[in-house]
């Protein structure tokens, strides 16, 4: 999943402090506005997905989330 928002360290920490896996952020900038914006990539289960978008939009109700399905992962998947 992507998740764009504006409370990105807010949103990573309730995140990590709720699942076994770790978030690749990165900067964005928005198209229209040109506001910045933080980017954030977890690979998550379907089983976590209600979770998550709960923390999500607990933390930021305006952000974007964009919901994909993951063929493959390669590589490490948690945090170990």
């Known amino acids: 999943m992507t998740i764009i928002t504006a409370k990105g360290d807010d949103t990573k920490d309730a995140l990590l402090a709720s699942l076994y896996r770790s978030i690749t952020m990165t900067e964005g900038k928005g ?3 040109g506001d910045k914006r933080d980017i954030l990539m977890p690979v998550i289960t379907r ?3 209600t979770e998550v978008k709960d ?3 607990q933390v930021d109700p305006q952000a974007f989330v ?3 399905q993951t063929v493959e992962v390669a590589g490490n998947f948690d945090c170990s």
């Open 31 to 33: 198209g229209y506005t």
């Open 47 to 49: 089983y976590q997905l």
């Open 55 to 57: 923390i999500v939009k």
């Open 66 to 68: 964009n919901i994909t």
